[in-house]
């Protein structure tokens, strides 16, 4: 998947042009405070989000253009967007993050990638820190479309963060955008294993 072209394209038809509501009323309802990540930020919205609700939050994504494209439209929080791959994140945010907030990142992955997406995980959360995800929950994909996104199931969640990690809080959302209603999860996890 060459996410690079999809935003030169104009193609990035997962963006929404707004942070996730679920993602919102959780962040302000909850107090979280710290060094916030991101990864697969794209446009930014969540990292506004986060900035907004208190956190010192920064965005990474693999694809330059759509880093480009959260600068020039957050241009105050430029310097908080970063180009990089998750599976391999640069040395500063090793084990410097107290919360990583994931939307729509995981399922933008094929399955053979989650693996890659959990050790991005564990490279950069602390222990003790929280992974807050708005999660898409089994995406109907109209017939011949394999994805992005790739549906995975609660089960499938479950599996991937059974070691190292302990669920805080999980629902279905009262809140989400039009076509994701009652297809998103919010569960919170702890990281409880060291590095
Ligand atoms: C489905 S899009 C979601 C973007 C954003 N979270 C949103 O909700 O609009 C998935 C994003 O993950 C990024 N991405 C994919 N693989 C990545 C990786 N290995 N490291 C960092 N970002 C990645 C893509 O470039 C893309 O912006």
Redesign the pocket.
Known sequence: ?D??E??QKGE?V???GAP?PAMKQYLSRHTTRGRAL??????G??VALAVEQGLDATG????PT?VAEARAKYPHLAERFVT????DPPEAMRDAYDVVLE???M???PPS?RA?YRR?IDLTLRRGGLLIGIWFINPALEPGNEG??FPFSVADLTALFAEGYDIVEDYVPDVAFPVREGRERVRVLRRTMGS
Do not use: N
């Open positions: 998947m996410w690079d999809k935003y990035a997962w963006d929404k996730a991101v990864p697969g930020c794209g446009r919205h969540e990474l994504d693999i694809a759509g990089g791959d998750f599976f939307h729509t990142c399922s933008g992955l990638l890659d991005g992005p996104p």
